[in-house]
């Protein structure tokens, strides 16, 4: 052991020179400086380099390294790993209490040690192939070399555990704006959003009440009309616009009630209201646009249904004739 000890060579020479040079004695607290003064920085060298140093070093003093690999361990260095220990083995690291137990990702050379831990007496070579295999069938690259100076991988189990986590995350953002995200669509983190029905239809009466107070604050000369309406609610909210068009149905609930029809939008109040003008450019205007729920996704559903319904009405009137 004292033969393979660097530091050990490093601290009895200077020791020795302190010693003759200065005169120093050797005392306890000497040997801790000393000990401290000569240790060289950190390398982080992969297991397999230290393995094969470490077996040139052996070599070299004239030790046979598998004899005494034999000797230390009491096993026999050379047989083949059984398939059974293999396999216990890649569970162990792909499980929640291993190579994902403290960190999310881990590079080869984490796989290396930890099967070293795992499988006793195996040479590094069948480490490395054993390494390759678990990375192949038990891993998932998630970062390249370029990005991190080596290649990352995590488990599939822990991949699975992080998307629900955050598809949880997301969700809970979402809620207050009465959005969803569904499943992950399997590509570049893209989800798929839905509104609820009863969200869509209050941005929809929020939608019309902003155009229609701002068109009377502009002294737009124009009729504001709503439409396309599922319950009376959305007519009460509102009463007073211009137009509305009404199902025959909602008409008919409209009659039986007996409850008061305040007037929600009056183009007085919307003049002595403060509202400012808009002005857009052209960037401008597409950006809006983009960010209006109403003018963008509901606008695209409304024509589609319109022309579902017209070309609906083009086949009766065809069965007609």
């Known amino acids: 052991m004292r033969a393979f000890s660097k530091r050990h ?82 569970n162990q690291l792909a499980s929640p209490e291993g190579l994902t137990a403290n960190t999310s990702t881990f590079a080869r050379h984490d796989v290396v040690v930890a099967l070293g831990g795992q499988l006793a007496a195996v040479r590094a070579e069948e480490l490395g192939r054993l390494a390759e295999r678990f990375l192949a069938e038990r891993a998932v690259s998630v970062i390249a070399e370029h990005a991190a100076g080596e290649r990352r991988y995590t488990t599939p189990e822990l991949l699975k555990t992080e998307e629900r986590l955050d598809l949880a995350a997301l969700n809970q953002r979402l809620a207050p704006l009465g959005l969803a995200a569904s499943v992950p669509l399997g590509f570049n983190n893209t989800y798929a959003l839905g509104m609820r029905r009863a969200e869509a239809e209050r941005r929809g009466v929020k939608s019309v009440s902003e155009i229609f107070n701002y068109y009377k604050k502009m002294n737009y000369k124009t009729q504001i009309m709503g439409a396309s309406f599922r319950n009376i609610d959305e007519i009460l909210e509102l009463a007073g616009c211009d137009l509305l068009t009404i199902s025959p149905e909602l008409l008919a609930e409209l009659q039986a009630s007996d409850a008061p029809l305040p007037r929600a939008l009056d183009a007085q109040t919307a003049r002595a209201a403060t509202i400012h003008a808009v002005t857009y450019q052209e960037t401008s205007f597409h950006w809006a646009l983009n960010e209006d729920v109403m003018a963008t996704e509901k606008l695209a559903e409304g024509i589609r249904a319109f022309a579902a319904d017209s070309r609906k009405l083009d086949a009766m009137i065809e069965g007609m004739k």
């Not at 005392?27 to 397999?48: I, M, N, S, W």
């Not at 598998?66 to 083949?80: C, K, M, T, W």
């Open 9 to 90: 060579e490093l601290i009895t020479a200077e020791l020795e020179r302190l010693e003759r040079e200065e005169g120093k004695p050797r005392t306890g607290r000497l040997v801790q400086y000393v000990a401290h003064a000569t240790r060289p920085p950190k390398t982080h060298d992969t297991p397999e380099t230290l393995y094969g140093r470490w077996r040139q070093e052996a070599r070299q003093r004239g030790v046979d390294p598998e004899r005494l690999a034999d000797q230390v361990s009491g096993r026999e260095l050379h047989q083949p790993v059984a398939n059974l220990a293999v396999k216990r083995a890649f």
